[in-house]
């Protein structure tokens, strides 16, 4: 697919409707049902230096995009970059675009001096697993994660 646009997001008007396109299509695709943010705290994430949403369009219609943190390292004064969603409408997966999205990631991270790049798979998503195997992202590191949610 060759009329693919990437574009970072900013706290502009309009680029905050288009974050909000970008969560519906997570929505889909990730198939949850999360309420949408007001404007207001969408506005203070697109301001926070530490967070970047990237988009993907075709015809100026958002297709797809991604989102990641920029984390500070102990022994380094670059930063890292962690995609923690990544997103495509169904009708356009397998088109490039999510390779699109990671081929920018790679120039923006050289462009800002970031240090590296990182994103999480689930092991049971073996479409996503497949998908970065295949990516921008060569390396693969085996890891367990542990959480838990504070109420």
């Known amino acids: 697919m060759k009329n693919i646009q990437i574009q970072v997001l900013s706290p502009e008007d309009v680029d905050i409707q288009l974050l909000v396109r970008l969560l519906q299509i997570y929505n889909e695709v990730f198939e949850h049902n999360y309420p949408i943010p007001q404007r207001e705290y969408l506005s203070l994430l697109l301001n926070n230096a530490q967070y970047l949403a990237i988009v993907a369009k075709v015809d100026n219609v958002v297709i797809g995009g991604l989102t990641a943190h920029l984390l500070p390292q102990s022994f380094s004064t670059k930063r ?16 490039g675009v999510g390779s699109k999205l990671l081929t920018f990631v790679r120039e923006y991270c050289k462009k800002h001096d970031i240090d590296g790049v990182f994103v999480q798979a689930d092991v049971q998503d073996v479409e996503a697993v497949s998908f970065y195997r295949t990516s921008a992202l060569k390396d693969e590191l085996e890891a367990i994660q542990f959480s838990c949610n504070i109420e």
Do not use: T
């Open 80 to 95: 890292l970059m962690y995609i923690y969603d990544l997103g495509v409408m169904p009708e356009f997966q397998r088109r």
